[in-house]
């Protein structure tokens, strides 16, 4: 098994390439900043449910149940983009975090208080590391 250099990249590529296959549930390793990033998508409405599956020897894997709108079979997640690289990353302090599709959309910031919302951290005033944008 190869050693994944950008697990988040990683994980938001599993989660598009479900999308664009039309799957209703996509698996993904787990760690502790994806089940944030997990728990931020359901709680905005952009993933049905999630389930958390913990292994004796290891993280463990998440289980991610993708939303649809019942009639036209759309998802709910347009597009999902990361932001900072191991190679490049990006911060930000509160007065500079960017508005995603002028608000329609949001950025998953990694900050001193966790991993949150651009909302929540325009809020808080605290920057941090802008890890994603989902739309």
Known sequence: MSKISDPIADYLTR????????????????????????????????????????????????KIALKYHPESKVSAIKGIKRISKPGLRQYCTHEDIPRVLNGLGIAIISTSQGVITDKEAR?????????CYVY
Do not use: M
């Open 15 to 62: 989660v598009r390439n479900a999308i664009l296959a039309n799957h209703r549930v996509v698996d993904v390793p787990a760690s502790n900043i994806k089940r944030e990033i997990t728990k931020i998508l359901k709680e905005k409405g952009y993933i049905l449910n999630y389930k958390f599956e913990d292994e004796k020897d290891y993280q463990g894997s998440i």
């Open 123 to 131: 809020d808080q005033k605290i920057g941090g590391e802008i890890l």
